[in-house]
């Protein structure tokens, strides 16, 4: 029970992190507002539609078990490599 309970709210930390990644997309700098929106839904779109094959085929070679965990290690390797990204500088703002 303890598990599923950790599962849900890791389900749920990940979910908040799709309204960040619309927001962050849309304020690149140098892309006029909207493309970067356009990007990040092929992307998942992309990713929605080639990640259940792999998964599959990943099974299929190995176990259900090696392909799901192959699934955490993609999300835990992005979420390193995010963190190598270069941050925007933050903006000082004005009080009114």
Do not use: K
């Given at each position: 029970?303890?598990?599923?309970?950790?599962?849900?709210?890791?389900?749920?930390?990940?979910?908040?992190?799709?309204?960040?990644?619309?927001?962050?997309?849309?304020?690149?700098?140098?892309?006029?507002?909207?493309?970067?929106?356009?990007?990040?839904?092929?992307?998942?779109?992309?990713?929605?539609?080639?990640?259940p094959p792999?998964?599959?085929?990943?099974?299929?070679?190995?176990?259900?078990?090696?392909?799901?965990?192959?699934?955490v290690l993609?999300?835990?390797?992005?979420?390193?490599?995010?963190?190598?990204?270069?941050?925007?500088?933050?903006?000082?703002?004005?009080?009114?």
């Amino acid at each position: 029970m303890l598990t599923t309970v950790a599962g849900f709210a890791l389900a749920g930390l990940v979910a908040t992190l799709i309204p960040a990644v619309y927001r962050a997309a849309d304020e690149l700098p140098g892309l006029p507002h909207g493309l970067g929106l356009a990007v990040i839904n092929w992307l998942r779109r992309i990713g929605f539609l080639v990640s259940p094959p792999l998964i599959g085929a990943l099974a299929d070679a190995t176990s259900l078990r090696v392909a799901l965990l192959a699934v955490v290690l993609a999300g835990v390797g992005a979420l390193v490599l995010g963190r190598s990204l270069p941050g925007r500088p933050s903006t000082a703002r004005s009080g009114g």
